[in-house]
């Protein structure tokens, strides 16, 4: 599984932003939907709790990680 690490950015759209910015950063929000999309296709799954526990941190502006897959709910 790959790591990926998230942070909660104040504003996604920054008029501060510079155009090297901007594009650095959306080339990163690709990778991860890159990532994301490949996990989907993999038969990824996440339980609701994990997922809520994992949103919580998120907008209280912890650091967070990918929350992990169980075994279970990978395609074999």
Known sequence: MTRVEF???QR???SDETA?????RLA???SMLAVAKADIAEGRYI??????AW?????NGEPVELPEA???SLKR
């Not at 090297?20 to 650095?24: D, F, I, S």
Request: overall charge negative; glycine content about 4%.
């Open 55 to 59: 949103l919580d941190a998120w907008v």
């Open 7 to 9: 942070r909660q950015e």
């Open 12 to 14: 996604l759209d920054s």
């Open 28 to 30: 990163a929000e690709a």
């Open 47 to 52: 339980a609701d709790g994990d997922v809520d």
């Open 70 to 72: 169980s075994a279970r």
């Open 20 to 24: 090297q910015q901007r594009k650095a």
